[in-house]
């Protein structure tokens, strides 16, 4: 699978920010998808994640209430919609395909990963 995400850029904190994901080589809905950050000097850490239906989503305790994410099979594209965005939101954002275990919060569980997107927000 390759991905491909987009979107990334300078917003202000409190500002809003849209990241897509589009999805290649494979049938995207057979396939869960996964949005994880790094910011600079840290691991990186997962920040969302969707089943292949899209009927099941999960976010780090970190996001709740501010981040959402969305799939478009139909578009071969998964979305994350990013809001009330904080200076601690800020690091490189990416986008994994094919969760290989049941443990979706984990790295070491997605066979495919994105180039990622870098996210910067002001204070």
């Known amino acids: 699978v390759q991905l491909v995400e987009s979107g990334g850029g300078l917003v202000q904190a409190g500002g809003s920010l849209r990241l897509s994901c589009v999805a290649s080589g494979r049938t995207f809905s057979s396939f869960f998808l996964g949005w994880f950050r790094q910011a600079a000097g840290k691991e990186r850490e997962f920040v969302a994640g969707i089943s292949r239906s899209g009927g099941g989503t999960y976010l780090a305790d970190s996001v709740k209430g501010r981040f959402t994410i969305s799939r478009d099979n139909a578009k071969n594209t998964v979305y994350l919609q990013m809001n009330s965005l904080k200076p601690e939101d800020a690091g490189v954002y990416y986008c994994?395909?094919?969760?290989?275990?049941?443990?979706?919060?984990?790295?070491?569980?997605?066979?495919?990963w994105g180039q990622g997107t870098q996210v910067t927000v002001s204070s």
């Open positions: 994994a395909g094919d969760l290989l275990g049941g443990t979706y919060y984990d790295t070491r569980e997605y066979e495919s």
